[in-house]
């Protein structure tokens, strides 16, 4: 029987050959989609989940305010983790870890790596880091010692033995005392280096300002996470405020989040890695299943139409004897063929896809992800399911149809016509809603990569220095001002496009505002050609009166800036703050006021920012280079670097590519979301072809009586097309308004935004129309042109 069944279905392909590609090709587009963003939305969901004490982890975050705005962060002081353990029986142990690029050095080799950490020996125990030599409890046990991964170790090492081999680290050596698997790529916290958290001189000290580092407490036991913050949010009101140095109204509150939230529901500064949004997770979800979807209906349409041509068939089975079951399981059997010969094609066309969707995605998926046991039992259950719901409809009809009513009136569907009709709406609903929000969605990025962010981030180089290069940088930076095409050099902590160096300022008369702060050189302002609305740029006399040699540091003054937001938090308009004084651990004047400029992402709208004077706070050089000169001035910098600098490797990037990649997550969840976006169109459109031809096949008599009776081509493609077009302007209708709600909802996420506009949802009613105009027409003009003789003859 179930031979006879597939020699029957595989006949029927053969035979209906336009059909069955059409009806292959789009389940095999829908299991493709539906596989690669099942494999992307099941890697971001896993983040952190590879720990053993996943559900027992949870990271402490800040928030605080000294007066003004509240500024938050993923940081906390060295206190938080020592005082939390002691206070709070909940918790069984901590760990501080501090990521800070550093330049190692062995033998002749010398690299900056970025992912150096300080941790403490609780790491290990905390966290499920494999390590493939040394051991746990030794591993950060001592001052001098340091583990590696297994990519350092082939970087610096090939193939000798790296334990007990020594790198230089700035002026200290470390023993590499273990070799620790590289990090899995979902986890949150990457490292390449750990050495002991003790070794940091601020380690020594417990207190809760100061606050760089990253703090992860263990629980004892899960579940313990919300009766804990209640306490952490009751003790934090009974710290001396002394202590967290406060006043008034002026607070500090410390938060916990489970580790597995942290990837795709914080956003914080000082977050580890470029974090994912659960949204777009739900978006991809909606995406996925939108596609299969509209394959299964696609199947459903064309089941139907080519379903018109069997009455022969089913009229012989019913004869001999035939019943409901035997039939309903044929055409279920058809339609799980269909599936698996769909899932096979996926499988060959996801694994040549693979790169071009890591690309797109940027990840680093393996070809091995096809063969996770999960991945391939989920693709079984998900071919079951197509088949089943897809030959659902078709297989009911078509095994209820009786045989009296064949045999007097041949085969026809006269009902369901009101199914058909709601299927074909609702394909373009979804057609018409996927091409508006991605419309949307790109012109936000447009807007983001092409917005006035209050200073000019083109052409300029950013070269990384450190500390130990301060005594040479006035010299370093004359010599590459005068190299053909540089056109200024400058100096800062950080670069302005995430400025994440949080801190507070107190006036003369008792206010207090809390900040972020930019410490730079007196280069910085023309350099970046920020805009100074009231007073004067820093000059060189600023630089003289910053003296800490004399007097024990009491000559010492800071030149300060700030921002629109800072003057007017103050109370001051930008004139009325020159001249003023204000103190940051340091009295200053300010000398200028500069015009509100984004110095962080574009989610995070502007808040009060003050610039100063600080030539040992140096981390990056900002070189502006002539446009037509880059590479002359890449390799001229080059060369010079090689020359002055013999303690540091040369490494450059460019301040936009920084800029850009703030908005990294965005940029590659719209390239997947267009390009699935377009697969979901393509699919409607065959749908369209398929209730089309069903349509056209039902009608051929119709057509044909028509032609005889004088009608036109023209007149005959109306007929046939009027209907559809209506359908699509229903859609429009419908997928309007949901378009619109999602794209504001999303649009919330940023504090700086595009208006949403009429002609988005003009455009996107237009192209649907068109698309489906051109659809129909195929099949119209293809009936209106046949011979009425044929079809009449034919009925």
């Not at 050609?529 to 007073?535: F, P, T, V, Y």
């Amino acid at each position: 029987m179930l031979k006879s069944y597939l020699k029957i279905a595989w006949r029927n392909l053969r035979k209906n050959k336009l059909y069955a590609v059409i009806n292959i090709t789009g389940l095999t587009i829908g299991i493709v989609s539906c596989l690669l963003i099942g494999i992307y939305i099941r890697h971001e969901l896993s983040y952190d989940r590879f720990n053993e004490n996943a559900d027992k982890i949870v990271r402490v975050t800040m928030e605080f305010n000294h007066g003004g705005g509240t500024q938050k962060f993923a940081f906390t002081g060295t206190k938080v983790g020592p005082q939390f353990k002691r206070t709070f029986p909940e918790i069984a142990d901590y760990v501080r870890l501090y990521k800070w690029p550093r330049i190692v050095g062995y033998n002749s080799l010398l690299f900056k790596e970025n992912n150096f950490v300080y941790a403490e020996p609780s790491f290990f125990k905390i966290f499920s880091f494999k390590l493939k030599e040394g051991d746990i409890n030794d591993a950060l046990s001592s001052p001098d010692k340091i583990v590696i991964t297994e990519t350092i170790a082939k970087k610096y090492f090939n193939d000798e033995d790296p334990i007990g081999k020594i790198l230089k680290v700035g002026d200290k050596n470390f023993r590499v005392s273990a070799i620790a698997a590289d990090a899995p790529s979902n986890s949150q916290i990457r490292f390449d280096f750990l050495v002991p958290f003790n070794t940091l001189d601020q380690a020594k000290k417990e207190q809760y300002y100061g606050a760089n580092y990253t703090t992860y407490l263990l629980l004892k036991e899960k579940g313990q996470i919300s009766s804990l913050q209640t306490k952490i949010s009751a003790y934090m009101k009974i710290v001396d405020r002394d202590e967290l140095n406060l006043t008034g109204s002026q607070f500090v509150h410390l938060y916990i989040e489970p580790l597995t939230k942290v990837h795709l529901y914080s956003n914080l500064p000082g977050d580890a890695e470029p974090n994912g949004s659960i949204v777009y997770i739900y978006i991809l979800i909606v995406v996925a299943i939108l596609i299969l979807v509209i394959a299964c209906v696609n199947y459903v349409n064309l089941a139907i139409a080519q379903s018109a041509g069997r009455g022969a068939e089913i009229s012989i089975r019913k004869v001999m004897g035939a019943g409901r079951l035997q039939l309903f399981t044929q055409f279920i059997g058809e339609a799980l063929m269909v599936a698996t010969i769909g899932i096979v094609l996926a499988i060959g066309i996801a694994y040549i896809a693979l790169p071009y969707f890591n690309q797109l995605s940027g990840m680093q998926f393996n070809y091995a992800v096809f063969f996770n046991p999960v991945i391939m039992i989920s693709l079984m259950l998900l071919g079951i399911i197509i088949g089943l719901f897809a030959g659902a409809y078709p297989a009911l009809l078509l095994a209820n149809i009786k045989l009296s009513k064949i045999l007097k009136a041949g085969f026809s569907f006269t009902s369901g016509k009101s199914t058909r009709g709601s299927l074909i709406v609702f394909q373009f609903v979804i057609s018409i809603f996927l091409i508006i929000t991605t419309v949307i969605i790109l012109q936000q990025l447009s807007f983001i990569r092409n917005k006035d962010i209050g200073y000019n981030k083109s052409n300029v180089m950013v070269v990384p220095v450190g500390y130990e290069m301060m005594p040479q940088m006035d010299g370093l930076k004359k010599q590459l001002a005068n190299i053909p095409g540089v056109e200024s050099v400058a100096a800062a902590n950080n670069e302005p496009v995430n400025v994440m160096w949080g801190d507070a300022i107190q006036t003369d008369d008792g206010k207090s505002l809390t900040v972020n702060a930019l410490p730079m050189d007196e280069d910085f302002i023309k350099t970046m050609q920020l805009k100074i609305i009231a007073g004067s740029d820093f000059n060189h006399s600023d630089v003289l009166q910053m003296d800490d040699t004399t007097n024990n540091h009491k000559n010492f003054h800071y030149a300060f800036m700030l921002n629109e937001s800072a003057a007017k938090a103050l109370g001051w308009t930008p004139e009325q703050a020159i001249g003023k004084k204000i103190s940051k651990d340091a009295p200053g004047v300010i000398k200028a006021v500069v015009k509100d400029f984004n110095f962080k992402s574009l989610h995070t709208p502007i808040s009060p920012l003050l610039l100063f004077l600080d030539h040992n706070q140096s981390q990056d050089l900002f070189v502006r280079i002539n446009a037509n000169q880059t590479s002359a001035v890449i390799q001229a910098v080059q060369s010079l670097w090689k020359q002055r600098v013999q303690n540091r490797p040369f490494e450059y990037k460019f301040l936009d590519d920084d800029f850009d990649a703030l908005y990294r997550t965005e940029q590659h969840t719209a390239g997947v979301f267009s390009t699935f976006s377009a697969l979901a169109i393509l699919l409607a459109c065959m749908g369209l072809f398929a209730i089309t031809a069903f349509s056209v096949v039902q009608r051929t008599k119709e057509i044909g009586i028509r032609k005889v009776l004088g009608a036109n081509v023209s007149s005959i493609v109306l007929l046939v097309s009027k209907d559809f077009l209506f359908m699509v302007i229903i859609a429009m209708a419908i997928a309007s308004p949901i378009a619109w709600y999602m794209s504001a909802s999303w649009l919330q996420g940023f504090a700086y935004r595009i208006p949403i506009h009429w002609w988005v949802f003009a455009s996107a009613g237009i192209i649907s129309l068109m698309v489906a105009a051109i659809t129909v027409s195929v099949q119209a003009i293809r009936a209106a042109l046949a011979n009425p003789v044929d079809s009449l003859k034919s009925e």
